[in-house]
Nanobody, 126 residues
Framework: QVQLVESGGGLVQAGGSLRLSCAAS????????MGWLRQTPGKEREFVAG????????YYADSVKGRFTISRDIAKNTVYLQMNSLKPEDTAVYYC???????????????????WGQGTQVTVSS
């Protein structure tokens, strides 16, 4: 198993930027597919961005393409989500998650992730 701890959420004005970080503990972090997902009350959890264990394959939801960038630093056991040009509709609790089976992030759905962080709130004001 892997333990995940998110940080970097907060309140930002529309058009601003935030960078979320997810620190992972576990002996095989480098082999996991990692993802960022978000959820707002009354809605299903949305898979926002994912990155393969190698870093060579990424996935982005249409709603964030061109604005969000996912990356990972194997040496630091950390995955990041750089969020630019934020919109009020990006307001949500953002979760870091890991898929332990090394599948491509392009085929994953929210239910495929087996380990989750506690979440960090992102609020974008208009």
């Amino acid at each position: 198993q892997v333990q995940l701890v998110e940080s970097g959420g907060g309140l930002v004005q529309a058009g601003g930027s935030l960078r979320l970080s997810c620190a992972a503990s576990g002996r095989t972090f480098s082999t996991y597919t990692m993802g960022w997902l978000r959820q707002t009350p009354g809605k299903e959890r949305e898979f926002v961005a994912g990155i393969s264990w190698s870093g060579l394959s990424t996935y982005y939801a249409d709603s964030v393409k061109g604005r969000f960038t996912i990356s990972r630093d194997i040496a630091k056991n950390t995955v990041y989500l750089q969020m630019n040009s934020l919109k009020p509709e990006d307001t949500a609790v953002y979760y870091c998650a890991a898929d332990l089976t090394r599948r491509s992030p392009t085929i994953l759905s929210p239910t495929d992730f087996g380990s989750w962080g506690q979440g960090t709130q992102v609020t974008v004001s208009s």
